[in-house]
T-cell receptor
Framework: AQKVTQAQTEISVVEKEDVTLDCVYETRDTTYYLFWYKQPPSGELVFLIRRNSFDEQNEISGRYSWNFQKSTSSFNFTITASQVVDSAVYFCALTPYGGATNKLIFGTGTLLAVQP | NAGVTQTPKFQVLKTGQSMTLQCAQDMNHEYMSWYRQDPGMGLRLIHYSVGAGITDQGEVPNGYNVSRSTTEDFPLRLLSAAPSQTSVYFC???????????FGPGTRLTVT
């Protein structure tokens, strides 16, 4: 079975704090892709990152960084020096590679509230 | 490019009514999908298409129909609306398997 778990339902931080959003996934596939999407209060889904299962290098993009560890089936997302504009629901998702489904399996999301 | 567009933005239906949610993309993407988002459940796949004329069921297909007669359009039909179909519906497109999906702005549907 394929599954994505985001155990943190809500996180509240004060501006400038660092925050890590956890994502744990389950799959039997050897090739798969992991994603993070952001859903701000306006409701649209904003793509943040795509990572394949063979690339375990950490990635940094400005204040955002991602830590992919196959040994623990985790793909965690850290925001450094959080800002009020980071307040959103963040979704982690998994796509198996192969076949023609292209389906995204989403976690239930983590609501991040950044207080000024 | 308009990207992925969805109409309407909001809709209220009575139980038993039918309607079609429209989705169009202008990026010439082969893959298109419909998801529904419910509180506490993330997004779940309803139906998807890997090209014109080809559709298949996702995780929660009951009560919905789709067709894909052109690359650009992927409408979602509710056959007989039920309160359980109250949700936010997102359409997405992608140029290929396992690639980034581009989402539309969503349709908020309420069934009373």
């Amino acid at each position: 079975a394929q599954k994505v778990t985001q155990a943190q339902t809500e996180i509240s931080v004060v501006e400038k704090e660092d925050v890590t959003l956890d994502c744990v996934y389950e799959t039997r596939d050897t090739t798969y892709y992991l994603f993070w999407y952001k859903q701000p209060p306006s409701g649209e889904l904003v793509f943040l990152i795509r990572r394949n299962s063979f690339d375990e290098q950490n990635e940094i993009s400005g204040r955002y960084s991602w830590n992919f560890q196959k040994s623990t089936s985790s793909f965690n997302f850290t925001i450094t020096a959080s800002q009020v504009v980071d307040s959103a629901v963040y979704f982690c998702a998994l796509t198996p590679y192969g076949g023609a489904t292209n389906k995204l399996i989403f976690g239930t999301g983590t609501l991040l509230a950044v207080q000024p | 490019n308009a990207g992925v567009t969805q109409t309407p933005k909001f809709q209220v239906l009575k139980t038993g009514q039918s309607m079609t949610l429209q989705c169009a993309q202008d990026m010439n993407h082969e893959y298109m999908s419909w998801y529904r988002q419910d509180p506490g459940m993330g997004l779940r796949l309803i139906h998807y298409s890997v090209g014109a004329g080809i559709t298949d069921q996702g995780e929660v297909p009951n009560g919905y129909n789709v067709s894909r007669s052109t690359t650009e359009d992927f409408p979602l039909r509710l056959l007989s609306a039920a309160p359980s179909q109250t949700s936010v519906y997102f359409c997405a497109s992608s140029p290929g398997t396992a690639l980034k999906q581009y989402f539309g702005p969503g349709t908020r549907l309420t069934v009373t």
